[in-house]
């Protein structure tokens, strides 16, 4: 079982928050640079795409993430002495079928909504895909933003589910705190300056959505697939000027953004039905005791 992997480790409960407390201590910082600066998050980050490009900026703002991903893995296997595979999954081992499925079906969500909103409403974008800006785009964004995407699930569906699961013994606290806490880790993004606070549901919720599966699935490979999807896959075809990702991708969206119901709509039907699906194909059971029980009753 995934949260039980622990009972293999003789680390102690701090060890296990010593990177997630560095990691918000330096979202504090800075969180608390955005709103002290003169200049709003979006004009700073146009003024560094103005000056060195959208892909090496893009590059800059993932490389701290992509090390974090390579720092936290090797931290488990050192200090917290959990080899990586427990790191993962509660199964034998890794279960890459899982992450290329869970990765297709996000896909064909985020195509479909795109193509979706194109047709409803063209005037909301420009198509502005050029080969030249695109490639070296292309191939940062299949470099770097999985391991972007594996180092958020490594740490909060990762290390910080099982450490609150097992140390607790309660689920209830594994599935919420972790979620509350990926949504507050985007609080300094542009679309949050932009939208307003209320935006931070969306990330809380879908806090909750990679949580579920990962406590019902005994693993986050589905949680890795669909939040690599999300991310990549959503910055190669569409991008906006307000968005952490102002990237070259094929559509950019010039409409005025504003956050409504529209913007809870993956919360409150897309993200229930991928649940459905991952549910029926891998024979969840006991989904109940998974998410709210305590882990001294795990015998599934």
Not at 84 to 100: E, L, N, P, V
Not at 159 to 170: A, E, N, V
Not at 229 to 247: H, K, M, P, Q, R
Not at 261 to 281: E, N
């Amino acid at each position: 079982m995934f949260i039980q992997r622990l009972e293999e480790t003789k680390a102690s409960f701090w060890k296990f928050l010593l990177i997630p407390i560095l990691f918000f201590a330096l979202m504090g910082y800075n969180f608390w640079v955005t709103i002290s600066s003169p200049v709003d998050t979006t004009t700073a980050m146009n003024q560094m795409i103005d000056m060195i490009g959208s892909t090496t900026t893009l590059f800059i703002i993932l490389l701290p993430l992509v090390l974090g991903f390579w720092i936290l893995l090797v931290y488990g296997i050192l200090a917290l002495k959990l080899p990586a595979t427990k790191q993962f999954t509660g199964r034998h081992k890794i279960d890459w079928s899982r992450i290329g499925f869970s990765f297709l079906i996000w896909s064909l969500v985020i195509v479909v909504s795109v193509l979706v909103e194109y047709f409803l409403a063209p005037d909301h974008f420009i198509v502005q895909f050029d080969f030249s800006t695109f490639w070296p785009f292309l191939i940062v964004a299949l470099l770097m933003i999985p391991f972007q995407t594996s180092f958020e699930e490594l740490m909060f569906r990762g290390h910080l589910t099982q450490s609150i699961g097992y140390f607790s013994k309660r689920r209830l606290l594994a599935l919420i705190i972790p979620s509350v806490l990926f949504g507050l880790m985007h609080i300094a993004n542009p679309e949050v300056e932009k939208l307003g606070y209320g935006i931070l549901a969306y990330y809380i919720g879908s806090g909750f959505f990679f949580a579920i599966m990962t406590l019902a699935d005994e693993g986050i490979e589905l949680a890795l697939g669909t939040h690599a999807a999300n991310n990549l896959i959503g910055a190669l075809l569409i991008s906006a000027d307000w968005t952490a990702f102002n990237v070259p991708s094929v559509l950019k969206d010039v409409s005025e953004p504003s956050f409504g119901l529209d913007a809870l709509l993956p919360l409150l039907v897309v993200y229930p039905l991928i649940l459905y699906v991952f549910s029926k194909k891998y024979q969840w059971k006991n989904t109940k005791q998974k998410l709210f029980g305590s882990t001294d009753n795990d015998a599934f």
